[in-house]
């Protein structure tokens, strides 16, 4: 069975940093590309970012382009997301996916991240 | 990078159809087949209902159908049933990035 548990959500100050990890199982990891959406509170979803298998192809949406990075290690079939100058509009459930480059097949619970002074 | 246009509400009585509309460019839904289309239950994480315009994932009823023309991708759920009430998203390839609609409430009268 194919299992995304995202963890690193947290209240953090605006400017502040945040790592988001998700732990992937059920499937052979590095075979897949992996994507981050979010939502923000009551909200629609956001496309983030995407990375390939073997990590060496990475998009960003012009909202978090220069401030958040998406990496993997395949081998410890754990997706990130190294999330940097935060701010108030960061706030959201942010959304671990497995897919292709353009279809997601499989979506994690999610990990609350909380922008706010 | 703007969001697809999908319209804020559809509803339909149980047993009729409802089709939800996904508007693009031909940067986006236009210019490639490779639409999908998510539901998201209230509090929960959403799901894969159609890929790359019309393929449906196993598991997913066949009352769930997609289209596209043009720039504008269609959702149509046949047979409405209760379980069927949630949000809809469409999501597209667009090259360097991909995009989702805004999100469509679909109710069951």
């Known amino acids: 069975e194919v299992q995304l548990v995202e963890s690193g959500g947290a209240l953090v100050q605006p400017g502040g940093s945040l790592r988001l990890s998700c732990a992937a199982s059920?499937?052979?990891?590095?075979?897949?590309?992996m994507h981050w959406v979010r939502q923000a509170p009551g909200k629609g979803l956001v496309w983030i970012s995407r990375?390939?298998?073997?990590?060496?192809?990475?998009s960003h949406a012009d909202s978090v382009k220069g401030r958040f990075t998406i990496s993997r290690d395949n081998a410890k079939n754990t997706l990130y997301l190294q999330m940097n100058s935060l701010r108030t509009e960061d706030t959201a459930m942010y959304y671990c996916?497995?897919?292709?480059?353009?279809?997601?097949?499989?979506w994690g619970q999610g990990t609350l991240v909380t922008v706010s002074s | 990078q703007s969001a697809l246009t999908q319209p804020p509400s559809a509803s339909g009585s149980p047993g009729q159809s409802v089709t939800i509309s996904c508007t693009g460019t031909?940067?986006?839904?236009?210019?490639?087949?490779?639409v999908s289309w998510y539901q998201q239950h209230p509090g929960k994480a959403p799901k894969l209902m159609i890929y790359e315009v019309t393929k449906r994932p196993s598991g997913v009823p066949d009352r769930f159908s997609g289209s596209k023309s043009g720039n504008t991708a269609s959702l149509t759920v046949s047979g409405l049933q209760a379980e069927d009430e949630a949000d809809y998203y469409c999501?597209?390839?667009?090259?360097?990035?991909?995009?989702f609609g805004g999100g469509t409430k679909v109710t069951v009268l």
């Open positions: 031909s940067s986006d839904v236009g210019g490639y087949n490779y």
């Open positions: 059920g499937f052979t990891f590095s075979s897949y590309w």
């Open positions: 990375v390939n298998g073997d990590g060496s192809s990475t």
């Open positions: 996916t497995r897919g292709n480059m353009v279809t997601l097949y499989s």
């Open positions: 999501s597209s390839y667009a090259g360097s990035n991909n995009l």
